[in-house]
């Protein structure tokens, strides 16, 4: 997460330095307490006993047949029909040829020779010793296995020791959502404070590690928690003023049977917070590496001129974020917008409804923060890297004339100059290799 600069930046004076360790140090520890207080000491267990079976197996034959007509379908009924042969791999059958029917329904997988499939084995109510085998899915541990090897390895190529660092944060990052947010929502925790301080815990343990203990660093953890904590302040005004009760998709309904005591309510700004999180912090890292970058390449500027040069590189920065927040919250609910061509309400009953709001209030709620971010991390950073100047040198920075521009020359003048023959001596006659003196060398359009 974040932006990657491999020059280091530029050390802060030490009066600066001890300011942002008195800052940031007590934030961490509330962060750690607030985390060991929150965590999920008992957490329930899903009861796993009522789960069928589910064994790896090799398909090694695949014979298809008509349907044949039941009475709800006299016809032809809907398909595929026919028996697969499956090698299975473990569990008590191990190494035995089973037969199982070919999947059919929606999402059903497509078998052919060859593939390698999960069986599940299903017991007969009238008979629990009777036993018998279907196709759940497709195995997909090895395709996945390559495909992160290949992302890791592309990620270590392309950024080395910093890339390294990339995905031990990474690592730390999935650490923390399973290991601490997940479990104590699961175990009725209350889900905005559980995501506040699990996003918090992740933006220290990533931004430092990726980026470095650093005055920069410190900056865009200042920024990201700000933002934070005001992006968690408008969630939960937002949901309050439109009403969201959580229950807006089919997973809050049916997590709501299994674990009533989940607030659906708060699940939803935690949402909110965890999905901004990342987005927040590429935008105050980047604020405050640009920040630190013109204060490096140029040390007259002032205060003010830092802030307002750096602002305008986080315009154009947000400009393309939101759109990318957007698209991102579009994308995952793109089963979700297909359905509105099927609905036959008015659209404004329809973008009113809960399922379509409460995406609204997160992408806007999730645009607020950034924006915000964008001035609050800049100003830090103006102020860490003009550290140690009096406010009389900004104000004479800021009031420094502008240089007097030169003089410019009449370009008839100017052309009518250079054309001019010397005097007391003849024109310079043209080049031998030159076919036509008289042509022009302008190129036609």
């Known amino acids: 997460m974040g932006a990657d600069h491999t020059r280091p930046a530029p050390s802060a004076p030490p009066g600066v ?3 942002l360790v008195a800052t940031v140090v007590p934030l961490f520890v509330v962060t750690v307490i607030a985390a060991l207080v929150l965590w999920p000491h008992d957490s329930r267990q899903a009861d796993g006993g009522a789960e069928p079976a589910r064994h790896h197996g090799t398909v090694t034959r695949v014979v298809t047949e008509p349907c044949p007509p039941t ?5 032809a009924a809907e398909g595929p029909c026919g028996t697969v042969t499956v090698k299975v791999e473990q569990g008590p059958d191990s190494g035995q040829q089973v037969e199982t029917p070919v999947p059919a329904g929606p999402g059903a997988p497509v078998v052919a020779v060859g593939d390698e499939v999960v069986l599940v084995q299903l017991a007969d109510p009238a008979d629990p010793t009777a036993t018998s085998y279907q196709i759940a899915e497709h195995q997909r541990g090895k395709p996945m296995v390559w495909l992160v090897a290949l992302f890791a390895a592309a990620i270590v190529a ?7 660092a990339a995905l031990a944060g990474l ?3 999935f650490a923390i959502l399973l290991a601490f947010v997940v479990p104590g929502i699961a175990a009725g925790g209350s889900p905005l404070l559980i995501a506040i301080t699990g996003s918090a815990l992740i933006m220290f343990v990533v931004l430092y590690l990726t980026h470095g203990i650093t005055a920069q660093t410190s900056v865009a953890v200042l920024g990201t928690l700000g933002s934070l904590v005001l992006t ?7 949901t309050a003023a439109t009403h969201l009760t959580g229950f807006g998709s089919e997973e809050a309904t049916t997590l709501s049977m299994y674990q009533r005591d ?6 939803l700004l935690a949402g909110i917070i965890i999905g901004s ?3 927040l912090d590429d935008v105050t890292v980047t604020q405050a590496a640009t920040v630190t970058e013109l204060a490096h390449a140029n040390p007259g500027l002032s205060r003010t001129q830092l802030y307002r040069a750096a602002t305008r590189v986080g315009r154009a920065h947000i400009a393309s974020t939101v759109n990318t927040i957007v698209l991102a919250y579009a994308g995952a609910s793109l089963p979700l917008l297909l359905l509105l061509t099927a609905d036959s309400r008015p659209v404004s009953q329809i973008l009113t409804s809960e399922f379509l709001a409460q995406e609204i209030v997160r992408s806007a709620v999730a645009t607020l923060g950034l924006v915000a971010a964008v001035p609050l991390t800049t100003a830090l950073a103006a102020l860490v890297a003009t550290a140690g100047r009096g406010p009389a040198d900004d104000r004479a920075r800021d009031t420094r004339p502008a240089p007097t521009p030169r003089p410019s020359a009449d370009r008839d003048a100017a052309l009518e100059a250079l054309s001019a023959t010397r005097p007391g001596g003849p024109s310079t006659p043209a080049p031998a290799r030159w076919p036509d003196p008289e042509r022009s060398t302008d190129t036609a359009w």
């Open 232 to 238: 968690g302040v408008l969630g939960s005004l937002a």
């Open 17 to 19: 330095r001890r300011i």
């Open 158 to 164: 392309f950024g080395r020791l910093r890339g390294l």
């Open 277 to 279: 999180l990342g987005v």
């Open 262 to 267: 989940v607030d659906l309510h708060g699940l």
């Open 71 to 75: 009475p709800e379908a006299p016809g």
């Open 171 to 173: 690592a730390a990052s």
